[in-house]
């Protein structure tokens, strides 16, 4: 009372209760019981190590474009995009107009060079230009970040989930990771692309759909929504300031839209076996771009998504669940309040889709590189059932790791998903790209030299990190460059 102290101490949790419901849960179970069964039918089909990796040559174009797509897009993209936009603006979109700009050196340069080798490891092009050292560091580094990755897009989906059904995060991290392992160490590469082909376009229609029903749901509808946007600069798409902490016009470009971009398509093991499973060169272009107009045209209905976040909870704030911890959940809530049942069950089943495309294709790159780059390199003789055999336990060994991993990380807080797996992407693959720029354009950079700017690239973008406030977009940037001008300062004969 009001003049009277006590010692009492009160504590009050909010808390908002939540159901799934049975046609929800139908429509998901159906779904994952669908990719259980490509794994089985592509399983039958393979006749070989070859096969496993490759998919035998037997992709199409179109089929090889949309699975790079599904495989960049990942549940990151599918729910922290949107979350963003909600937060803040357009920002990030500037960098996917990089990646038609980043096709081309791609198609010119580095295509040939991945074609004619036509070893499943993209590492083994390394070995050839430089040493065997530099292929299996590469190899090395790209399999943790691969593990590093699944263990992201497996715990990002199960937070959301966990807010929005009330199901525990650790029996969705276990869920979501079995079921993908399964079915890609059953079904090899090919069961991967053909699964990313099915999930892609459930979430690509799943994003259309729900930006169409948020920006229609807004008070004054369409033309309400684009009101509301504009006059609180929710569409502004550059920052126009040289501040190198922010993500800034210059920033996004340079940093997310060319560097990321160059490392994702140039030195990725999942993006470049792609390439590989292709009949020929020029197919394996059209899938580059096929993969480019997907990431530029239908990409944007992510922010359009996270716009529309904004204005209908602006227009209807009584909806708004203030108990959300976790701003990457947004989406996701949006879909079990405002949604029918079943097709809420449609959406979230999207959320797996992203997941599962992109964890699928990990495991299937790290079983293949590690299979390449290490089993068979040392051991030349391994029988093709025996190669095959360490393939698929590699898949099981590398995905129950990433699942653990993820385990761990749901005990963690992270403020941004998409910034932290940006600044992961940035510290772990700077150094490969430069190492692919060195391969391809400066045929005078030879193998001390290389691994020792790597070397290089790699401390530096650290001590960026650890002693400087620079953007996380910049790391990968910064990584190419200090690489690729300290091999060269480095290639004198009497070094190399």
């Not at 560091?137 to 943790?144: E, H, K, Y």
């Not at 800034?248 to 993006?271: C, E, H, K, M, R």
């Not at 095959?388 to 992270?414: E, K, Y």
């Not at 690239?457 to 200090?482: K, Q």
Request: hydrophobic letters at 50%.
């Amino acid at each position: 009372m009001p003049g009277i102290r006590s010692a009492d101490i009160y504590r009050i949790e909010a808390r908002h209760e939540t159901h799934f419901g049975t046609a929800n849960w139908t429509v998901l179970a159906l779904y994952l019981l669908a990719m259980l069964g490509m794994g089985i039918y592509f399983m039958r089909r393979e006749n070989g190590a070859d096969d496993f990796f490759k998919g035998g040559g037997r992709i199409p174009w179109w089929a090889a474009g949309i699975s790079i797509y599904a495989t960049m897009l990942s549940a990151i993209t599918y729910m922290a995009i949107p979350a963003k936009a909600y937060a803040t603006d357009w920002t990030y979109y500037p960098m996917l107009w990089m990646i038609p700009v980043v096709g081309i050196p791609v198609m010119r340069y580095y295509l040939p060079y991945f074609r004619r080798l036509k070893a499943a490891s993209t590492y083994a092009i390394l070995e050839e230009r430089f040493n065997l050292a530099t292929r299996l560091m590469a190899s090395t580094l790209f399999c943790i970040f691969m593990v590093a990755r699944m263990a992201l897009v497996m715990y990002l989906p199960s937070l959301a989930l966990t807010a929005v059904t009330g199901i525990d995060i650790y029996l969705c991290i276990i869920m979501m990771g079995l079921v993908t392992i399964i079915y890609c160490t059953m079904g090899g590469v090919e069961a991967v692309i053909w699964g990313d082909v099915v999930q892609g376009c459930i979430l690509v229609g799943g994003a259309i759909f729900a930006a169409v029903y948020l920006w229609a749901g807004t008070e004054g509808g369409f033309a309400g929504a684009w009101q509301l946007a504009t006059d609180n600069d929710k569409m502004r798409l550059f920052v126009w300031s040289l501040d190198y902490r922010r993500v800034t016009f210059w920033v996004a470009i340079i940093g997310g839209g060319i560097a990321n971009n160059l490392i994702s398509y140039t030195s990725d093991q999942t993006v470049i076996q792609r390439y590989m499973t292709t009949k020929d060169e020029k197919s394996a272009g059209r899938s580059i771009l096929v993969n480019s107009f997907m990431s530029v045209c239908i990409s944007v209905a992510f922010y359009f998504i996270g716009t529309g976040l904004y204005t209908f909870y602006k227009t209807h704030p009584q909806s708004l669940d203030i108990t959300t911890a976790h701003a990457d959940a947004i989406f996701p809530y949006f879909m079990m309040s405002q949604m029918p049942a079943g097709l809420a069950g449609l959406l979230i089943a999207a959320i797996f889709a992203a997941t599962m495309s992109t964890i699928s294709s990990n495991i299937n790159s790290v079983s293949t590189a590690f299979s390449v780059d290490f089993i068979q390199r040392f051991r030349p003789k391994t029988s093709d059932v025996a190669l095959l055999r360490t393939a698929r336990w590699t898949c099981v060994v590398s995905g129950l790791i990433g699942l653990g991993i993820a385990l761990l990380m749901a005990t963690w807080d992270i403020a941004s998903l998409l910034d932290y797996f940006n600044t992961i992407l940035g510290l772990l693959t700077s150094g490969l790209g430069g190492l692919f720029v060195m391969a391809v354009f400066f045929p005078c950079i030879k193998g001390r030299a290389a691994l020792t700017g790597f070397i290089a690239g790699e401390a530096a973008v650290f001590l960026m990190w650890l002693l400087t406030d620079v953007n996380f977009f910049l790391f990968g940037a910064a990584g190419i460059v200090v690489s690729v001008i300290t091999a060269l300062m480095l290639s004198q004969k009497s070094y190399n």
